[in-house]
């Protein structure tokens, strides 16, 4: 099994800053395996959408429209640790984030996601 533990949720004021965490752990070798990893939002009754994601492959990463710019997901190889830094946070960003990997090389759309994490919520006043 891969598991997925988050941290550096909470609550911050409109242009505030943020820095979400997920630590990637379980057999080395399904650890080893995966090739994306990313960063979802879910509100209240809705669908979980791609935030940021990337392939850790080809070091390449993706972002939503509305967070290019102000949002950076990053990557500690050596820790298994995926990061999203969120500056100039917005009401509107204000949600619930998951972290999210895959085998595949691409993991912005939740039927190609493997693993998910339990979230953590982040409010923006």
């Known amino acids: 099994h891969v598991q997925l533990v988050e941290s550096g949720g909470g609550s911050v004021q409109a242009g505030g800053s943020l820095r979400l965490s997920c630590a990637v752990s379980?057999?080395?070798?399904?650890?080893?395996?995966?090739?994306?990893m990313g960063w979802y939002r879910q509100g209240p009754g809705q669908e979980r959408v791609s935030v940021s994601t990337?392939?850790?492959?080809?070091?390449?990463?993706r972002y939503a429209d509305s967070v290019k710019g102000r949002f950076t997901i990053s990557r500690d190889s050596t820790k298994n640790v995926i990061s999203l830094q969120m500056d100039n946070l917005q009401p509107e960003d204000a949600d619930f984030y998951i972290c999210?990997?895959?085998?595949?090389?691409?993991?912005?759309?939740?039927?190609?996601?493997?693993?998910w994490s339990q979230g953590t919520q982040v409010t923006v006043s």
């Open positions: 379980g057999h080395s070798g399904l650890v080893s395996a995966l090739a994306c």
């Open positions: 999210a990997v895959a085998y595949g090389g691409r993991c912005d759309r939740p039927s190609w996601v493997n693993v």
């Open positions: 990337i392939n850790v492959r080809e070091n390449t990463t």
